[in-house]
């Protein structure tokens, strides 16, 4: 039972408004430096779930996310095998596959620091941006985002706005994509299956304890709903803030 795209980037353009808000010291954010960081900390809040076959992630660039997709899962399961004490069942597969790894939070602190260091260069912080404004918009647009070049373009569009006219820094967007896969796994712990949260550390003899809050949701219904709903007006009510 996964959360759907749209919640998780729903969420992450929430946090990543909330992340502006909390750097504003640091920033010194102009509305390009809020509305790009809203739309790829959106992008990076689709980034966990490279580790399932069907995800938004994984379908939005063809063979070579289908390839990251395996090394991910092949990753998340040597990792399992090498960590998870006999008390760790392994998740959906029994496999340490999907769920796992990628899905914790060294992860997100990980990839958010490669991202910073490969967004040391220009061109490396163009394809980042790019990267996480085109899962962005197939995470917000769903079947309206069906078509490769449009989404690309755009999503070129968006990279160029935060790259050159915001200006976002290295660091920023390094933080951003840590700050999104983490929404994303606090997402997730709001449904029953929850998520290894705790990582690596073990608790009642498991190491990859499933966290999950005490009000689970079921995907696609109303409760899914109203996490983006909230999202919504949670972002709204942030940027209002933000412009006072
Ligand atoms: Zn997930």
């Given at each position: 039972?996964?959360?759907?795209?749209?919640s998780?980037?729903?969420?992450?353009?929430?946090?990543?408004?909330?992340?502006?808000?909390?750097?504003?010291?640091?920033?010194?954010?102009?509305?390009?430096?809020?509305?790009t960081?809203?739309?790829?900390?959106?992008?990076?809040?689709?980034?966990p779930?490279?580790?399932?076959?069907?995800?938004?992630?994984?379908?939005?660039?063809?063979?070579v996310?289908?390839?990251?997709?395996?090394?991910?899962?092949?990753?998340?399961?040597?990792?399992?095998?090498?960590?998870?004490?006999?008390?760790?069942?392994?998740?959906?597969?029994?496999?340490g596959?999907?769920?796992?790894?990628?899905?914790?939070?060294?992860?997100?602190?990980?990839?958010?620091?490669?991202?910073?260091?490969?967004?040391?260069?220009?061109?490396?912080?163009?394809?980042?941006?790019?990267?996480?404004a085109s899962?962005?918009l197939?995470?917000?647009?769903?079947r309206?985002?069906?078509?490769?070049?449009?989404?690309?373009?755009?999503?070129?569009?968006?990279?160029a706005?935060?790259?050159?006219?915001?200006?976002?820094?290295?660091?920023?967007?390094?933080?951003?994509?840590?700050?999104?896969?983490?929404?994303?796994?606090?997402?997730?712990?709001?449904?029953?299956?929850?998520?290894?949260?705790?990582?690596?550390?073990?608790?009642?003899?498991?190491?990859?304890?499933?966290?999950?809050?005490?009000?689970?949701?079921?995907?696609?219904?109303?409760?899914?709903?109203?996490?983006q709903?909230?999202?919504?007006?949670?972002?709204?009510?942030?940027?209002?803030?933000?412009?006072?």
């Amino acid at each position: 039972m996964r959360m759907m795209a749209p919640s998780h980037a729903m969420t992450g353009v929430l946090t990543g408004v909330a992340a502006t808000f909390v750097a504003a010291p640091l920033l010194a954010p102009d509305l390009w430096t809020t509305a790009t960081t809203a739309v790829l900390t959106a992008g990076a809040a689709l980034l966990p779930d490279l580790d399932h076959p069907q995800a938004t992630a994984t379908r939005s660039q063809g063979p070579v996310s289908r390839a990251a997709c395996t090394g991910v899962r092949a990753l998340s399961a040597r990792v399992w095998r090498a960590t998870a004490t006999p008390r760790d069942g392994g998740g959906w597969d029994a496999d340490g596959t999907h769920r796992h790894l990628s899905h914790t939070v060294p992860a997100a602190l990980l990839v958010g620091l490669v991202a910073g260091l490969v967004s040391l260069w220009w061109l490396g912080a163009l394809l980042v941006a790019w990267l996480l404004a085109s899962l962005a918009l197939r995470g917000l647009f769903g079947r309206a985002a069906r078509s490769w070049l449009a989404v690309s373009g755009v999503a070129a569009v968006v990279a160029a706005l935060a790259v050159v006219v915001a200006d976002l820094p290295a660091w920023w967007l390094g933080a951003l994509v840590a700050v999104g896969m983490v929404t994303h796994v606090l997402g997730d712990a709001l449904t029953p299956a929850g998520v290894p949260l705790l990582w690596p550390l073990a608790r009642r003899g498991s190491r990859w304890w499933m966290v999950s809050t005490p009000f689970t949701l079921t995907t696609g219904t109303r409760g899914e709903k109203a996490v983006q709903v909230i999202s919504g007006a949670g972002t709204v009510s942030l940027v209002l803030l933000l412009a006072a």
